[in-house]
């Protein structure tokens, strides 16, 4: 930042929506607009030739969205602070926003609200998230640390193991898998209950479940 004074670029490919947003942060003493973008291509650039403290992007937009810009921009200017704005609370693309670099993500209908401080907070080096996308975040990382929880589980198998896990939940027979797999029942019954104790897979049900999870029946 120049001394005090947060400089900001706003990228949307609605003029009105960029002016508004500009008369928004004008009412902050701290805050000024360097530049504007259309499209995440321009952003990007000007971006690259203004190197604003802030880059307020819109999500959706011609030529490059905001999503791919922002993956760009941090590629090429790691320093870049990004905000990302959007019409709608669309928590598919929260956590795959975060990951591409963004710092912030700002619904627009609490702009007039919440853009100011949305601002001041990436200018700090701190996230923003309101309430809603931040509960959204911790679900979805809840998610992930569970299932590479389950992945690992799934890796100390063995390949036999493995096979058997597969096999049960896709609905085949102990008979069934003896016959795949050139065992006995009683074998395949064996491996079975060597996957129970090691990851708790009581029922069939259970292994439906955990392979869904994995991705084990999809291929």
């Known amino acids: 930042m120049t001394g005090d004074l947060i400089r900001v670029l706003l990228a949307d490919d609605h003029a009105v929506v960029r002016a508004g947003l ?20 321009e952003a990007v650039d000007a971006a690259m030739r203004l190197n604003p403290d802030v880059v307020v992007m819109d999500l959706s937009m011609g030529e490059m969205d905001g999503a791919a810009a922002t993956k760009e921009l941090k590629t090429r200017l790691s320093t870049a602070r990004v905000l990302i704005l959007t019409m709608h609370a669309e928590d598919e693309f929260l956590v795959p926003l975060l990951e591409a670099g963004a710092s912030g993500y700002l619904v627009k209908n609490a702009a007039d609200r919440d853009l100011v401080d949305a601002v001041r907070t990436v200018a700090s080096g701190h996230q923003y998230l309101q309430a809603a996308a931040a509960r959204t975040l911790a679900k979805e990382l809840k998610r992930r640390e569970e299932h590479a929880s389950e992945r690992d589980q799934f890796d100390k198998l063995s390949e036999r ?44 049900a259970d292994y439906v479940r955990f392979a869904m999870k994995l991705g084990l029946l999809e291929s």
């Open 161 to 204: 193991e493995q096979a058997i896990l597969r096999f049960v939940a896709s609905g085949y027979s102990a008979p069934e898998i003896g016959e795949k797999l050139n065992i006995s029942p009683k074998t395949v019954d064996t491996y079975k209950q060597r996957v129970n104790e090691k990851i708790g897979l009581a029922h069939r």
């Open 22 to 41: 500009k008369a928004v942060l004008g009412t902050a003493k701290d805050i000024t607009v360097v530049g504007e973008a259309s499209n995440g291509r």
